[in-house]
């Protein structure tokens, strides 16, 4: 190996240490778009609605044990296909190779009658098959469940609110809880365009879609707040840009990693977990875009009480530094 390709690895030596690429210049394209994307993920989501599965549509859930040997997973899901009783979950609990089965009761059919008629036929298809747990749970329970889990999601939001408005200001706050609602709204619009199955477990990874895009834009504003103070007299729209720049290393790295981890997690981590996968992928790469497209310019056209933050520099000669030019 040649000595300038020792020099070269790692190979992320090779990416600039330092950008300066104009995101404002596109904040109103990037903006129409956004518009756009949510007035049609809405319009998906009323017209056309979300798949719902068995959490939030009722159904039965049976506990199987074939001991002293592992349930076959492959046949428990092929008999129950063939038996057409809607959304389908089968799972392994633990490591003692029993499993959990979760099935919707066909539309119009009693919930009892079809619980008994799906155990009659897993236990001819699977020998010494045991039925250690079975409970149904009906539309009513259902409906709470997916109230509740659109609360928890608007109360996650909330509390973000109020920790920005803390932490910063309140044109802060209201440009972090904008990018959150768009990156919520654009993940329903996923799940409902494509019509994959949405149960607690996507609420599960839109909350953490909510923790990490406010991760993200956290770190933004920590950096924007530093640079407002140390460049006063600079316009906002040009140090807006420079904390962006300044950050987007970290920002690309950290959410190319999770990619990486969550894409092997999509394809090897079975149907159980795709639509989670799924979920998390779209929303760490929209998460993202909104805390350069959403985000930050909210501010710039809010704009920040700067006068403070020279205050706040107090025995510091007027005037500042000026920041250092986008390359054109």
Same mark, same amino acid.
């Given at each position: 190996?040649?000595?300038?390709? &020792?020099r070269a690895w790692p190979l992320i030596r090779l990416l600039p240490a330092k950008t300066s690429f104009r995101f404002v210049g596109f904040a109103r394209i990037a903006g129409i778009l956004s518009i756009l994307a949510v007035i049609g993920s809405l319009t998906l989501c009323f017209t056309e609605g979300l798949k719902l599965g068995i959490d939030f549509k009722g159904g039965s859930s049976m506990e199987l044990s074939a001991a002293p040997a592992a349930v076959n997973l492959g046949v *428990? $899901? /092929?008999t129950l296909n063939n038996l057409h009783v809607?959304?389908? +979950? *089968? +799972? /392994? &609990?633990? #490591?003692s190779g029993d499993a959990l089965v979760r099935f919707q009761t066909? %539309?119009?059919?009693d919930a009892s009658d079809t619980a008994s008629h799906v155990k009659t036929a897993l236990a001819a298809a699977i020998p010494n098959l045991k039925f250690t747990q079975s409970q149904v749970v009906g539309p009513k329970v259902s409906g709470e469940l997916? $109230?509740?889990?659109? !609360?928890a999601l608007a109360i996650a939001i909330g509390l973000m609110l109020i920790y920005i408005w803390f932490r910063f200001e309140l044109q802060f706050g209201l440009g972090a809880v904008a990018a959150l609602f768009h990156d919520v709204i654009l993940t329903f619009g996923l799940f409902a365009l494509f019509r994959l199955e949405f149960t607690l477990t996507i609420i599960a990874a839109i909350l953490t879609i909510i923790g990490y895009s406010m991760n993200d834009t956290v770190v933004v504003f920590d950096r924007l707040r530093e640079n407002l103070r140390k460049y006063r007299r600079t316009p906002l729209r040009e140090v807006i840009e420079l904390s962006?720049?300044? #950050? !987007?290393?970290r920002t690309v790295i950290t959410g190319l990693t999770a990619v990486l981890a969550l894409g092997g997690l999509a394809i090897f981590g079975g149907e159980a977990l795709r639509n989670f996968s799924i979920a998390l992928i779209f929303g760490i790469v929209i998460g993202t875009y909104s805390s350069i497209y959403v985000a930050s310019p909210i501010i710039l !056209?809010? @704009? *920040? %009480? $700067? @006068?403070e933050d020279e205050a706040k520099a107090g025995g510091a000669a007027k005037g500042g %530094? #000026? /920041?250092p030019a986008s390359r054109p």
């Open positions: 190996m040649s000595s300038t390709s &020792i *428990v $899901r /092929a809607g959304d389908v +979950q *089968v +799972q /392994a &609990i633990g #490591t066909p %539309k119009g059919a997916f $109230r509740n889990g659109v !609360l962006i720049n300044e #950050t !987007l290393s !056209l809010w @704009g *920040v %009480k $700067r @006068g %530094k #000026t /920041a």
